[in-house]
Every structure is written in C-alpha cells, then in structure tokens.
C-alpha cells in the first residue's frame, strides 16, 4: 500500500558511495553505491522539456458556432504557445505556457494566465488530450498532429520583436532578433531617451495605445513581455 509509484518513474533519492574510474585507465567516472539512504516516491521530479517532442502541431474542428483551427508550438526551452483562429478576419487567440514531459510519458502543459494544466497522451508525431466529462463536445479526444518544427517567432512574440528591430534600425542600432526573448529588458534595445521616445510614439499607432493606457500602462512597460501583453490587448480590443 505504500507503494506510489510506477515503472519507469524518477524519484528523490539520497545515496551514499563515491566517484571511481568507470573504466580503468580512462576519464570518464562513475557514481558507486554503497547504499541508499532513502528514497521518497512522493516526491517525483518535475515535467522536463523533451527534445522529440519539440516542434509544430495543428488541429482543426468544428463547434456549434464555427470552425476553429489550432496551433501549438513547443520550444526547445520549455515554452509554449497555443494559437486559436476562430475568424478569418481577426488575429488569433493567443496563450502561453510552460511544457514538460512527466514521468509517466505524458506530456504537461502549465497555462499561465489560466492557472490550468492540460496533460496530453504522446504517440508518434500526436498528441492526444482527452476532454473533460463534463465539457459539451461532439468528440471525447482533441488530437494534435505535428506539421513542421516550432517557430520562435510565431503570434504575437515574433510581430513584436520584428518591429523593435525595426524601430531600432531606424534609431542607427540594429540587432539580431535571435538574441531577444520575452524578458528582455526594453532599456538594453532602447538606450537612449531619443530611442525610448521614437517607440513610444510608435506605439500609439501601432499597438495600439489608448490616452488612458499611455498614461497608466506604458510607464510600466520594462520587457518585451510588456509590449507583448500590449498588442495582445490591442487586438482583442478591435475585435
């Protein structure tokens, strides 16, 4: 009864031995147990990111009101971005998470903003969630399929990254759009107040920016995430 784990599982585990030779005459070195102190199988290791599973995948499905395509990019660092298209004419709904792979094979995706997790059978090249009993679907399973390897610079991100370089280049510094991430801080882009001003001002247009929300958001706005939230809220607002 106080076994609470499964085959293949990763636990905590506290050992005593030492380092030896693995091979003698060689570098390389093992770890040699000479006993387990204790091993606690409540205390699992958490989802890592897995490097086969990176990448692409699309789904698309009807609902009672419209046709819904779906998009889901894994990065390599353990970032996740799920796009939603309900409308030809408008940008996508856009959520980001954190993804890893359990120790029993699944795959977990934390969503942020929602506080939600959503845990998902991986087969070859699908990903398979099963939707909740008590959620109003034609289907019992959302599959998704990958199509092509994961693109940093999809959604909103890359929109937004895109135009600092341009901004920046304009200002007479160009930099390499590989080297920004969503915490990078806008003063190491932007390092003078003439550069600060022309985004600024650029962003009133672009974004857009409210009169409100220049007052009150904008001199909140440190990282790229800021800026990201911004044309998020931008777009959903011109819907």
């Known amino acids: 009864e106080s076994q609470r784990s499964i085959r293949g599982q990763r636990m905590k585990a506290w050992l005593t031995g030492h380092l030896a030779e693995q091979h003698p005459g060689q570098r390389d070195t093992a770890f040699i147990v000479s006993r387990i102190e204790h091993i606690d199988a409540t205390l699992s290791c958490p989802p890592r990111p897995r490097a086969a599973l990176v990448g692409r995948y699309s789904a698309s499905f009807n609902d009672p009101m419209?046709?819904?395509?779906?998009?889901?990019y894994l990065q390599p660092g353990g970032e996740a971005l799920m796009t939603t298209r309900i409308s030809d004419t408008k940008p996508p709904l856009e959520q980001d998470g954190t993804w890893g792979v359990s120790s029993d094979g699944r795959l977990d995706i934390l969503w942020r903003q929602l506080s939600a997790h959503s845990t998902y059978t991986v087969t070859e090249n699908t990903l398979t969630l099963s939707m909740p009993k008590n959620l109003q679907s034609d289907h019992d399973t959302f599959v998704l399929t990958r199509n092509g390897p994961a693109d940093r610079m999809a959604g909103t991100q890359g929109q937004v990254i895109l135009w600092l370089a341009g901004i920046s280049a304009a200002q007479g510094f160009k930099f390499s759009t590989d080297t920004v991430t969503?915490?990078?801080?806008?003063?190491?882009?932007?390092?003078?107040?003439?550069?600060?001003?022309?985004?600024?001002?650029?962003?009133?247009?672009?974004?857009?920016?409210?009169?409100?929300?220049?007052?009150?958001?904008?001199?909140?706005?440190?990282?790229?995430?800021?800026?990201?939230?911004?044309?998020?809220?931008?777009?959903?607002?011109?819907?």
């Open 66 to 72: 419209r046709k819904r395509e779906v998009m889901l």
């Open 182 to 239: 969503k915490a990078t801080a806008i003063a190491d882009i932007f390092r003078t107040p003439e550069a600060l001003n022309a985004l600024r001002d650029s962003a009133v247009a672009w974004l857009p920016l409210a009169p409100e929300q220049l007052r009150t958001d904008w001199p909140a706005v440190s990282t790229v995430s800021d800026l990201i939230a911004l044309k998020r809220l931008g777009d959903q607002r011109d819907r």
